[in-house]
């Protein structure tokens, strides 16, 4: 079982489900992977703390199925779920999900006030899981964590983005009626041009859009994507910010 947020699936959390697929295959036992909804920040908070996500939870199934887990888990996250003693957890949720051996990185906690960890985990399940820490997994002497991808998608660094993902920065909306449904949990680059890559069903289509962060809204520069686009499910691969263009973008949000 690997443990974590897994927001964004970046490569310190490929690193994480690398090693417990590798102890997985050892065991010849299946490969799971244990996250949570929504972000504790959040809930801890009451909903004052309001963190945008880098991927939703269809998103994260599909890239960890790419990876080779068997089975992914999403346990609510409640202040209910946080008040439990480290022992209920491991019970409630890792002994009941029959785990032989937990991966999770080297901050990972769990239970009332986070007194859980990876540590602790083995005297935790009465010494019927075994444990592997990770490391802290660094790029440019710098940790590699969702937090730092969201700043650096805030500051339309998506070059850089792309090393700490492993992969191009992607989103999902829809086209309705002219216009984009992009939910506002899901983060944005900052205000500007940026060279993009649409995809829906057959079509593939290169395009510059222009971000209004503030508004939380995408226009296209080229209006005629729309024929191609409308009402149909859409990715958008974020490649790079461009310097001002000097023409007229049409808004379609």
Known sequence: M??????GTHKGYQHVIGCAKKVADEKNVSLDVMSFFPHPKTVL???????????????KAKVLKRMGVDR????????AFASQLPEQ??????????TVHAVSGFDFSYGYKGRGNISTLAADSGDRITTSEIGKVECHDEKISSTLIRELILNGRLLKVKQLLGRNYTTH?????????HQRQYILPETGYYDVTLRSDFYHHECKVFVDHENHTISFVDQTILKYFSNKN???????KVASIAMKEYAIS
């Open 2 to 7: 690997a443990l974590g947020f897994f927001d």
């Open 45 to 59: 908070s009451g909903g004052k703390t309001i963190v945008q996500y880098l991927m939703t939870l269809e998103e």
């Open 72 to 79: 992914f888990y999403i346990v609510h996250f409640t202040k």
């Open 89 to 98: 957890y491991v019970k409630s949720y890792l002994l009941k999900f029959k």
């Open 173 to 181: 909306t829809k086209i309705r009626n002219g216009q984009v449904q």
């Open 234 to 240: 859409l990715e958008i691969t974020w490649k790079r």
